[in-house]
């Protein structure tokens, strides 16, 4: 995948129409974009959702993100409370038998104890006890995703990664109160399916606390 460095251009699947039209906004590489407005970004003649979308997802997997992003292309995904163990051979992330506490207690600096009190806020507003996805998640509750393509798989409803750059939450968007209780927890970026928060002392743990309860309370809402 292409890092924050690469021209905008070269990102597979950007067009040199939107390319062209961003260069003009005085923005050439993708590290340009984190936090710009994608409202108005999508108004530039030869931006699309597409692009919009593509660019989204080279500055998620570098921990950037635009502000306001596009929405992820709906592909018809069927979620469910429950895992089944079916899934597509090549999925590469999944639940793990590692402690998730041994995992925080070997952490590097504040985010031990980010990780240790995002643990206990996550277990108490959700009842549930967390499991390891992959090297570095952790998640609450289990989910199947079944696409219209057929393809599927398990995930995890809710969850959190103390990730060394920023805290990334999971499954928080897309509720009735979600934009209202993320403007009140404080400053965070937005992806397609995380936030991202720099640490706890800059955000409102008790109104964070109130989201996870809920989006845990309205059920599964987007993969990531």
């Known amino acids: 995948m292409s890092d924050l460095t690469a021209g905008i251009g070269e990102v597979p699947g950007v067009g040199a129409p939107a390319a062209r039209a961003l260069a003009a906004e005085g923005l050439h590489r993708v590290g340009d974009l984190a936090g710009r407005d994608w409202a108005q970004l999508r108004s530039l003649h030869g931006v699309g959702p597409a692009a919009g979308r593509r660019l989204q997802a080279v500055l998620a997997a570098h921990g950037e993100s635009l502000r306001n992003p596009p929405a992820p292309r709906d592909h018809g995904a069927v979620l469910t409370r429950g895992a089944t163990g079916t899934g597509a051979k090549d999925l590469r992330t999944h639940a793990t038998d590692v402690d998730p506490a041994r995992y925080v207690d070997g952490l590097a600096g504040r985010r031990r104890g980010e990780g240790a009190?995002?643990?206990?806020?996550?277990?108490?507003?959700?009842?549930?006890?967390?499991?390891?996805?992959?090297?570095?998640?952790?998640?609450?509750?289990?989910?199947?995703?079944?696409?219209?393509?057929?393809?599927?798989?398990?995930?995890?409803?809710?969850?959190f990664s103390p990730r060394t750059a920023d805290l990334a939450l999971y499954g928080l968007q897309g509720f009735p109160r979600s934009d209202e209780l993320l403007e009140r927890m404080g400053p965070h970026r937005r992806g397609a399916g995380c936030v991202w928060v720099r640490s706890l002392a800059a955000i409102d743990t008790a109104v964070l606390a109130e989201l996870v309860a809920h989006a845990?309370?309205?059920?599964?809402?987007t993969t990531c």
């Open 216 to 221: 845990w309370a309205h059920g599964p809402s």
């Open 117 to 159: 009190a995002l643990l206990e806020l996550f277990r108490e507003a959700t009842g549930e006890r967390p499991v390891m996805w992959g090297p570095s998640m952790i998640g609450y509750g289990a989910v199947h995703y079944r696409y219209a393509t057929g393809r599927e798989g398990d995930t995890f409803q809710l969850g």
